[in-house]
């Protein structure tokens, strides 16, 4: 987003501006410099690899999430509801609540991976449609309905698995979450498809235009002839729909579905976004950021990993990057705008 | 009259003086070499286009920004505020178009907000406080009950809070910017009437506007600025107000005569495209004091340029609002073309062919952070996507370098962000929108608010040859001279009804405001 008023004063402004369009891919870098200086051996293909497929579901929702934070709102309840759609998937993935807890591995009872992924996305994006009912219809803020969601879909995950995992899936399912095509895992495979297509349709669509629209200024986008409503709902169907994604992925890779599963990871999802440099006030930011902000948490936390830092310290250092990404975001914005 | 009196009296101790101040911004340079002074007891009017340097000169003389060059003299001593918080205790208080008062607190507690009186204990005396704030407010004519709550006042009441707050502060400068913009037309002259009051009790007021009449009326002298420049300054002669043609040449540069240029002869010949009967609204619930319509009848005819005339709370605004589907219909009927539509929201009735440009561009029309391109064509997403729901780009941009030549809209490029552009450029980016869509009725809502006096002139020249394509204009303004320059055809509204109707070349700024303010028991104060 270039927002010089002048033409003329040109040449000095384009390192600021550079700044300004790249900032969280060169921190991006700086990181994966440093943390290499450290550990050389943190750049191998390996690591590298292990890093995406890490990043790979909460990376998926966040692709999700950027559409939701694009229309300046939120949603909270992504965490509870991979857990909720990964629960669904397991149940129709075994053929039933009845298999809780066998461990055995053998197909045959259930309904295959094909319909356990169906399930688990429409479960999702159902569970967005209803949120953004809620939202439009009722005018309730984003915030509230989906801190509902997260303690009411928690709740049905429990409910249905009685609190247990449910575990052991057929090869077929598994291999989305550790087979490799070449050396690229699965995950990452999803992930970037998924990256893609979120990117193309934000940035070609006419539907990518209406969402951004709707979050610069819905009023507008309201005088403007657009169905604001639908355009609301969506994008929380899209943020479900990509838990579901998540949540199948996941159960796949852990070959088994815990209710548990999931906790905290809406602040891990919303921090990939706004690192990212997608405005939480709606109308700015990119997939493309999304990715960057994902992978920066990513090899923030391999790193430290990597040289042994405790992970209570992590915690520490990630919310500190956090904010300093958006105020140095900030601060360039600032600087562009005068 | 009072006002000539007061202009008369030799008020002429200085107070405050601006000597040569300069200020540069990233390599442009905003204020170059201004000098003024302010005297006691006067009023001082500012003026200038958008763009002009008002602001920045507004911002140095309340501490916001020190100035690149140049000095200010307060007092008969170098003044050099580091912040507002020094200005304000120096005695110079500046009252902002948006308002500073803390909406949830009550009148009283926001007048002593920071200092509130207390007793022995280091409580809050809440009975003095509000005592002394009736007394305070009762200085600039409000009655209300200082336990009032801020967010319940109108607009003009918050002002006169501010005000009387500034009061308390023991000010000697006040600054208004823009004061009059939010008010009706009786609040404006109450607040010219307290100005005329605090001038006489030793107050110095520099009064910002764009509104001329009321500049005209009030000021004793004037400062007018042009592209960062002195353009010169402005006495009363014999006691007589400032003459506004005289003001407009300062402005713009040149005389006031090229401006609002437009023949009446125009002939009008189209079929009638919209019609409206017995149009009401219901009352919203959650806005008791929003205007209903009582029962319009309209008709608008292709070709046309249907001038609406009315005062702030006529319905001017929610009769526009109910044709283009934004807000429910509670009764009556709408034909487009002879075919009756009852369009449901603003995206069926642009599907009809109907646009709208609404009163409050910030709000309402732009998308301030996104690019131009996206402000430009997001109502005809459309016309610019394939079958399958791609973005037609290169048409798109066509589409805007076309309208940008046709409009000569000035800007850098379609990925500007729209907040970049001035606001004739921006209200001229909002007209474009709709000329993509080809619309059969375009309804205009103050076009020119907050556009500069000379791209004002531009977009009234847009208007005309939208409608000479044929397109039906219904031009909602509350500035009758443009109302009078531009329109084919007149209609004044009160108290949503359509109270008189008048061909443009029989009407006169007299008539049309005898018309929207009939009742004489209130609002013609002049």
Avoid at chain 1, 120 to 136: D, E, K, M, N
Avoid at chain 1, 169 to 195: E, H, T, Y
Avoid at chain 2, 150 to 175: C, F, H, M, T, Y
Wanted: charged residues 20%.
């Amino acid at each position: 987003m270039s927002s010089t008023v002048e033409p003329g004063g040109r040449s000095g402004v384009n390192i600021t501006r550079l700044l300004v369009n790249f900032g969280p891919l060169i921190f991006l870098a700086a990181l994966v410099v440093i943390f290499t200086v450290m550990k050389p051996s943190f750049i191998d293909p390996i690591n590298i690899f292990n890093i995406l497929r890490q990043i790979s579901i909460t990376g998926l929702i966040a692709l999700g999430m950027t559409f939701v934070i694009l229309t300046a709102g939120i949603d909270l309840s992504v965490g509870s509801l991979l857990a909720l759609c990964g629960m669904v998937a397991a149940v129709v993935a075994k053929g039933g609540t009845a298999n809780t807890l066998s461990l055995s591995a053998a197909g045959g009872t259930g309904y295959g991976w094909f319909a356990a992924l169906l399930a688990a996305v429409a479960v999702g994006a159902l569970a967005g449609f209803i949120q953004g009912q809620a939202i439009t219809r009722l005018r309730v803020p984003p915030f509230v309905v989906t801190l509902g969601g997260l303690t009411i879909f928690r709740g049905l995950t429990l409910t249905i698995s009685n609190g247990g995992p449910i575990s052991g899936f057929d090869a077929s399912m598994r291999w989305f979450g550790n087979g490799l095509v070449g050396p690229v895992p699965v995950p990452v495979i999803i992930f970037a498809i998924a990256a893609i297509l979120c990117h193309v349709v934000l940035r070609y669509t006419r539907y990518g235009r209406a969402v951004y629209a709707v979050g610069g200024n819905a009023e507008a986008a309201r005088l403007s002839g657009l169905r604001v409503d639908r355009i609301l709902i969506s994008v929380y169907v899209i943020v479900g729909f990509f838990a579901g994604l998540a949540a199948f992925v996941l159960s796949a890779r852990l070959n088994s579905s815990e209710a548990v599963a999931g906790m905290g990871y809406e602040l891990t999802v919303i921090s990939a976004v706004v690192i990212g440099g997608t405005s939480l006030f709606g109308g700015i930011g990119s997939v493309g950021g999304t990715v960057v902000g994902a992978a920066l948490i990513g090899v923030l936390q391999n790193g430290l990993q990597f040289n042994n830092v405790s992970s209570y310290t992590q915690s520490i250092v990630i919310g500190l990057i956090l904010i300093l990404a958006v105020a140095f975001d900030r601060f360039l914005k600032s600087r562009v705008r005068r | 009259m009072s006002l000539a009196q007061a202009a008369a009296q030799p008020a002429d101790e200085v107070l405050l003086t601006v000597e040569g101040v300069t200020k540069h911004f990233a390599g442009v340079t905003a204020l170059s070499d201004v000098s003024l002074d302010v005297r006691r007891g006067e009023v001082l009017g500012l003026l200038g286009e958008n763009g002009a340097g008002k602001s920045t000169l507004l911002k140095i003389l309340s501490g916001v920004q020190p100035p690149s060059s140049g000095r200010i003299v307060y007092h008969g001593a170098e003044f050099r505020p580091s912040s507002p918080e020094e200005a304000k205790r120096a005695g110079i208080v500046t009252i902002y178009q948006e308002l500073s008062l803390i909406p949830t607190l009550t009148v009283a507690e926001n007048i002593f907000i920071g200092r509130a009186p207390t007793g022995p204990l280091g409580l809050v005396n809440w009975k003095k406080m509000i005592d002394a704030s009736r007394q305070i407010i009762g200085r600039v004519g409000l009655s209300i009950d200082p336990r009032t709550p801020v967010s319940v006042l109108s607009v003009a009441e918050q002002q006169l809070v501010e005000i009387a707050r500034a009061l308390s502060l023991e000010s000697r400068l006040i600054i208004m910017d823009e004061p009059t913009s939010a008010l009706t037309e009786a609040e404006v002259q109450r607040l010219l009437s307290i100005m005329d009051r605090l001038r006489k009790d030793g107050v110095a007021i520099m009064f910002v506007t764009h509104r001329l009449e009321e500049a005209s009326f009030i000021c004793d002298r004037m400062t007018v600025l042009r592209d960062g420049r002195l353009a010169g300054h402005l006495d009363r002669e014999n006691g007589e107000p400032i003459q506004i043609p005289k003001i407009i040449e300062r402005m713009v540069g040149r005389a006031a005569s090229e401006l609002y240029a437009r023949p009446h002869d125009r002939e009008v010949s189209g079929e009638t495209r919209l019609s409206v009967r017995g149009l009401r609204t219901v009352r919203d619930p959650e806005a008791p004091h929003a205007i209903v319509l009582e029962g319009v009848d309209l008709d608008l005819r292709a070709g046309e340029i249907l001038g609406v005339a009315g005062l702030v709370g006529s319905g001017r605004t929610e009769l526009a609002r109910a044709i283009f589907g934004a807000d429910r219909i509670a009764a009556g009927t709408i034909t487009l073309d002879g075919r009756p539509i009852a369009p449901a929201s603003p995206a069926d009735a642009i599907a009809l062919g109907i646009g709208l440009v609404p009163e409050d561009r910030k709000q309402q029309a732009i998308f301030a952070a996104l690019g131009i391109l996206t402000n430009f064509s997001v109502a005809a997403l459309g016309r610019f996507s394939n079958g399958f729901g791609f973005m037609a780009e290169r048409r798109e941009r066509e589409a805007l370098s076309e309208y940008r030549k046709m409009l000569s809209i000035r800007m850098a490029s379609p990925e500007q962000a729209m907040e970049g552009l001035s606001g004739g450029n921006q209200q001229k980016v909002v007209l474009a929108r709709w000329l993509a869509r080809d619309p059969k009725v375009l309804i205009v809502d103050e076009p020119t608010r907050g556009v500069d006096v000379g791209a004002k002139a531009e977009v009234h020249q847009i208007l005309v040859q939208l409608a000479e394509r044929g397109i039906a204009i219904m031009m909602i303004s509350s500035e009758l001279p443009e109302v009078l320059a531009v329109s084919d055809r007149i209609v004044t509204m009160r108290r949503g009804r359509i109270t008189g109707e008048m061909p443009a070349v029989e009407a006169t700024e007299e008539k049309l405001m005898e018309l929207m303010a009939l009742d004489r028991r209130e609002g013609r104060a002049q």
